[in-house]
């Protein structure tokens, strides 16, 4: 089955599409027309079996092959960017203050790209391919949305990937174990007792004691985790007092956790932490509004062998990259974390210096080779083929 | 070579001379009957080109290959620990206080093993294997001796291995990139100004300016370092003022970093500490000492070496584990020419092989040391092949 011939045959409708959305992007929780357009462009292919999310504007439509199988889920996230852009394409965005900065047009057109091999060779495959079109991917809101209505619930292993700004051109990296770190949310409240600033010893400084709790979870980092786990605690906001001349009595903080856990053991001890170190300064101290908006992307081994065994078939080993893991997030691995069902998350490198290529994802002027359009559609058909038929 | 034919063949010279060697221990710069021993086993064997180390207890011994080629190295630490040995095994050491609870008694059984084979076939070698026996790994002395004294000259190339108890018998850690952690240790001193505890208006207070030190130091492996690379930064000692009701004016600290690269650690602790203790009005200062690189593994070395061991006992005899936070003076040999180290699984439950490296029960199934030796002698026919 020559899938990266099929992927050729489609590379112009690739373009095509990939301009349209690129050109008319929604942000976050405003992707009405352009989930539409998606469920239009499944249907003319001859994809009709589509089940709506009643909680986003997403949809999962679903291809049965010709023989019995299992079911592969192939993912695409379909949002903008609030980014005003400024790349100079003559098909750039014509909605001012959006633009599709991450590269999500790209997916899409890739997903079709796919859709449109998969069901020429439909009679072939051995199951069924369910094509998850995701919405909200930016707000990490989506992938949640849709396992938590059911719509995944007959998939037995997960397939997705990103164009990615950071690494060369034409590379592709679907290496197995860790690959996007976890993102996590905390809010930590520091109630103290305001006084006058001339008499401090009326109060309980809630800037003092927030300082302390700043620098004591540093040392969960630094002592208590392990060296060989990659572990970030960013406290990105802090808002304490209300005048110079007046002892702050209360303190907020705001924060995230990067890491490759998925166990709540650092919740756990934050919570430890802050409440602990509050006594020790008289005040009332607790975490709240702990949040687990992604958990890890950790590839599964036997499906990352599957999809670098593809990729080095159809271009050749010197285009599979290992890089090491991002501390960056990804809601995509809660369809596999949710459902327990194994995954593989590829990156497709998009950096060509020659080009004037050099910006990363979410940049003004990120732009993508579209020659790669047909390379994305392939990788992804072919996994979703191997996988469903490599087990017969 | 095919190191299939002629390793079970040297088992039991294997396990004579690891009892041996275990029987008699000597501790670090303390080798010469040890090296006196291996002197005469490698002359045994009819190896002549033999070299005893001025500048310590080591020793070096080249077989000459039949074919023209590259040279290769094979490195055994020869050292043993100043612990009391409890394994209560017939060949126990017979020095009171002193036992090679590291197993360097049987990296030198393993590498006398492999000298035999290799002497005996050095025939079929396309190029020279050089033995490296080095001293006082346990002070992390012995390799940086060695390599000035001249140990490397005419190597292209080194293996080491190191039996490992985290390991299950009958596996092999053969790992591209950083396997073992980098060492730095330090002294860090405060100076403040000395004053009645009631007055501490009137003095600096040096405890209170390492405290803050102590807590930037910890800033430097939670917002300055890479989260993806391994960094430890440890103070084991703080000691601080001479009596409880007197501001104190020094504080002297010992600490010790652990890292995957040697980086610049030393410029960034001494920003952290001059500048804090600046801002508390003392004055601090940092004594650095770099004990030992990270030992690092060359891909093309492993691939080899992966292939070899493959060939030996099958592909599912290899293993990856997370890297070995310990440290290893072979990391110097690997900051001149391409180096690999391997480490041996000696880890059986059912049989009692359970116990830690520098515990005084440690001991190893004699088993597995005939593929130690069979890894390394098939390893260093093919590298030479392959380098040819």
Same mark, same amino acid.
């Given at each position: 089955m020559d899938i990266k011939a099929l992927a050729q045959k489609y590379q112009d409708y690739m373009v095509e599409m990939r301009r349209h959305f690129h050109q008319h992007p929604e942000l976050t929780y405003e992707c009405v027309e352009t989930c539409k357009r998606m469920r239009e462009e499944f249907v003319k292919i001859g994809i009709t079996d589509i089940t709506d999310s009643k909680t986003c504007q997403g949809f999962v439509a679903r291809l049965k092959g010709g023989k019995p199988g299992k079911t592969v889920g192939l993912r695409a996230d379909i949002d903008a960017l609030p980014v005003n852009e400024e790349t100079g394409l003559p098909f750039a965005s014509q909605n001012p203050g959006k633009m599709h900065a991450c590269g999500h047009d790209n997916h899409m057109a890739c997903i079709l790209g796919a859709a449109k091999v998969l069901y020429e060779i439909r009679e072939e495959l051995c199951g069924t391919v369910a094509f998850i079109v995701q919405p909200d991917e930016e707000f990490a809101t989506g992938a949640l949305a849709m396992v938590d209505e059911g719509l995944v619930n007959d998939c037995d292993a997960f397939y997705g990937q990103h164009v990615w700004g950071a690494?060369?051109?034409?590379?592709?990296?679907?290496?197995?174990?860790?690959?996007?770190?976890?993102?996590?949310?905390?809010?930590?409240?520091?109630?103290?007792?305001?006084?006058?600033?001339?008499? =401090?010893?009326?109060?309980?400084?809630?800037?003092?004691?927030?300082?302390?709790?700043?620098?004591?979870?540093?040392?969960?980092?630094?002592?208590?985790?392990?060296?060989?786990? =990659?572990?970030?605690?960013?406290?990105?906001?802090?808002?304490?007092?209300?005048?110079?001349?007046?002892?702050?009595?209360?303190?907020?903080?705001?924060?995230?956790?990067?890491?490759?856990?998925?166990?709540?053991?650092?919740?756990?001890?934050?919570?430890?932490?802050?409440?602990?170190?509050g006594e020790a300064y008289g005040a009332n101290c607790f975490v709240h509004d702990y949040l687990y908006m992604t958990v890890p992307v950790i590839n599964d081994p036997a499906l990352s062998a599957i999809a670098e065994k593809g990729i080095a078939d159809m271009f050749g080993e010197e285009r599979i990259l290992h890089h090491e =893991?991002?501390?960056?997030?990804?809601?995509?691995?809660?369809?596999?974390?949710?459902?327990?069902? =194994?995954?593989?998350?590829?990156?497709?490198?998009?950096?060509?210096?020659?080009?004037?290529?050099?910006?990363?994802?979410?940049?003004?002027?990120?732009?993508?080779?579209?020659?790669?359009?047909?390379?994305?559609?392939?990788?992804?058909?072919?996994?979703?083929?191997?996988?469903?038929?490599g087990e017969e | 070579?095919? *190191?299939?034919?002629?390793?079970?063949?040297?088992?039991?010279?294997?396990?004579?001379?690891? &009892?041996?060697?275990?029987?008699?221990?000597?501790?670090?710069?303390?080798?010469?009957?040890?090296?006196?021993?291996?002197?005469?086993?490698?002359?045994?064997?009819?190896?002549?080109?033999?070299?005893?180390?001025?500048?310590?207890?080591?020793?070096?011994?080249?077989?000459?290959?039949?074919?023209?080629?590259?040279?290769?190295?094979?490195?055994?630490?020869?050292? *043993?620990?100043?612990?009391?040995?409890?394994?209560?095994?017939?060949?126990?050491?017979?020095?009171?206080?002193?036992?090679?609870?590291?197993?360097?008694?049987?990296?030198?059984?393993?590498?006398?093993?492999?000298?035999?084979?290799?002497?005996?076939?050095?025939?079929?070698?396309?190029?020279?294997?050089?033995?490296?026996?080095?001293?006082?790994?346990?002070?992390?002395?012995? *390799?940086?001796?060695?390599?000035?004294?001249?140990?490397?000259?005419?190597?292209?190339?080194?293996?080491?291995?190191?039996?490992?108890?985290?390991?299950?018998?009958?596996?092999?850690?053969?790992?591209?990139?950083? &396997?073992?952690?980098?060492? +730095?240790?330090?002294?860090?001193?405060?100076?403040?100004?000395?004053?009645?505890?009631?007055?501490?208006?009137?003095?600096?207070?040096?405890?209170? *300016?390492?405290?803050?030190?102590?807590?930037?130091?910890?800033?430097?492996?939670?917002?300055?370092?890479?989260?993806?690379?391994?960094?430890?930064?440890?103070?084991?000692?703080?000691? +601080?003022?001479? &009596?409880?009701?007197?501001?104190?004016?020094?504080?002297?600290?010992? +600490?010790?970093? &652990?890292?995957?690269?040697?980086?610049?650690?030393?410029?960034?602790?001494?920003?952290?500490?001059?500048?804090?203790?600046a801002a508390y009005g003392c004055t601090g200062s940092l004594h650095y000492v770099h004990n030992v690189g990270p030992v690092v593994n060359d891909a093309a070395l492993v691939d080899i070496a992966q292939k070899a061991q493959t060939r030996l006992f099958g592909a599912d005899t290899i293993v990856h584990p997370d890297i070995n936070l310990a440290s290893d003076d072979f990391a110097c040999y690997g900051e001149h020419v391409p180096a690999i180290y391997t480490f041996l699984g000696v880890k059986d439950e059912a049989n009692g092989y359970v116990h830690g490296v520098h515990t005084e029960e440690f001991d190893v199934p004699e088993d597995v040391l005939k593929r130690g030796t069979a890894l390394q002698v098939q390893f260093c026919a093919d590298w030479l092949e392959a380098n040819a």
């Amino acid at each position: 089955m020559d899938i990266k011939a099929l992927a050729q045959k489609y590379q112009d409708y690739m373009v095509e599409m990939r301009r349209h959305f690129h050109q008319h992007p929604e942000l976050t929780y405003e992707c009405v027309e352009t989930c539409k357009r998606m469920r239009e462009e499944f249907v003319k292919i001859g994809i009709t079996d589509i089940t709506d999310s009643k909680t986003c504007q997403g949809f999962v439509a679903r291809l049965k092959g010709g023989k019995p199988g299992k079911t592969v889920g192939l993912r695409a996230d379909i949002d903008a960017l609030p980014v005003n852009e400024e790349t100079g394409l003559p098909f750039a965005s014509q909605n001012p203050g959006k633009m599709h900065a991450c590269g999500h047009d790209n997916h899409m057109a890739c997903i079709l790209g796919a859709a449109k091999v998969l069901y020429e060779i439909r009679e072939e495959l051995c199951g069924t391919v369910a094509f998850i079109v995701q919405p909200d991917e930016e707000f990490a809101t989506g992938a949640l949305a849709m396992v938590d209505e059911g719509l995944v619930n007959d998939c037995d292993a997960f397939y997705g990937q990103h164009v990615w700004g950071a690494f060369p051109e034409g590379m592709i990296d679907a290496s197995a174990g860790n690959r996007m770190a976890c993102c996590h949310h905390f809010g930590i409240t520091v109630e103290g007792l305001s006084s006058h600033a001339s008499a =401090p010893h009326l109060g309980c400084d809630a800037v003092v004691v927030m300082t302390a709790i700043l620098n004591a979870i540093q040392t969960m980092v630094s002592r208590w985790n392990d060296p060989l786990n =990659p572990l970030v605690i960013t406290v990105g906001k802090v808002d304490a007092g209300n005048r110079w001349n007046v002892l702050a009595g209360k303190a907020e903080l705001e924060g995230t956790v990067r890491t490759f856990l998925s166990d709540d053991s650092v919740e756990k001890r934050l919570e430890q932490m802050v409440k602990n170190i509050g006594e020790a300064y008289g005040a009332n101290c607790f975490v709240h509004d702990y949040l687990y908006m992604t958990v890890p992307v950790i590839n599964d081994p036997a499906l990352s062998a599957i999809a670098e065994k593809g990729i080095a078939d159809m271009f050749g080993e010197e285009r599979i990259l290992h890089h090491e =893991p991002l501390m960056g997030s990804e809601d995509y691995s809660w369809f596999g974390f949710k459902t327990g069902k =194994p995954y593989v998350y590829a990156f497709i490198g998009t950096r060509n210096e020659a080009d004037g290529r050099v910006y990363v994802n979410h940049h003004e002027k990120y732009d993508v080779k579209e020659d790669l359009l047909q390379d994305g559609a392939a990788v992804m058909a072919r996994f979703a083929y191997d996988y469903l038929n490599g087990e017969e | 070579m095919d *190191a299939s034919k002629y390793y079970e063949a040297v088992e039991p010279y294997i396990i004579e001379r690891r &009892r041996y060697y275990h029987e008699n221990p000597t501790l670090s710069d303390q080798e010469g009957p040890t090296r006196d021993s291996i002197h005469k086993d490698l002359e045994a064997m009819g190896i002549t080109d033999i070299t005893d180390f001025k500048t310590c207890n080591g020793l070096t011994a080249v077989i000459h290959g039949g074919k023209p080629g590259k040279t290769i190295a094979l490195r055994a630490d020869i050292d *043993a620990l100043p612990v009391q040995e409890k394994t209560g095994l017939p060949f126990a050491s017979k020095t009171p206080g002193v036992c090679h609870a590291c197993g360097h008694d049987t990296h030198i059984a393993m590498l006398l093993g492999s000298a035999k084979i290799l002497q005996e076939h050095r025939d079929e070698l396309c190029g020279n294997v050089k033995l490296i026996f080095q001293p006082i790994e346990e002070r992390v002395m012995g *390799a940086k001796a060695m390599i000035a004294e001249g140990c490397l000259e005419g190597v292209d190339a080194i293996y080491g291995n190191h039996v490992w108890p985290a390991c299950e018998k009958g596996k092999v850690d053969i790992t591209t990139g950083v &396997r073992m952690l980098y060492v +730095g240790t330090y002294d860090i001193d405060v100076e403040g100004v000395m004053a009645h505890g009631a007055y501490p208006n009137l003095g600096k207070d040096a405890i209170l *300016a390492g405290s803050a030190i102590v807590m930037a130091m910890q800033q430097y492996v939670s917002r300055m370092n890479f989260p993806l690379d391994p960094l430890v930064v440890n103070i084991g000692i703080f000691q +601080g003022g001479p &009596r409880y009701n007197i501001v104190p004016n020094k504080v002297h600290m010992e +600490g010790t970093l &652990r890292a995957s690269k040697p980086d610049n650690h030393v410029e960034i602790m001494t920003n952290i500490i001059e500048h804090t203790a600046a801002a508390y009005g003392c004055t601090g200062s940092l004594h650095y000492v770099h004990n030992v690189g990270p030992v690092v593994n060359d891909a093309a070395l492993v691939d080899i070496a992966q292939k070899a061991q493959t060939r030996l006992f099958g592909a599912d005899t290899i293993v990856h584990p997370d890297i070995n936070l310990a440290s290893d003076d072979f990391a110097c040999y690997g900051e001149h020419v391409p180096a690999i180290y391997t480490f041996l699984g000696v880890k059986d439950e059912a049989n009692g092989y359970v116990h830690g490296v520098h515990t005084e029960e440690f001991d190893v199934p004699e088993d597995v040391l005939k593929r130690g030796t069979a890894l390394q002698v098939q390893f260093c026919a093919d590298w030479l092949e392959a380098n040819a």
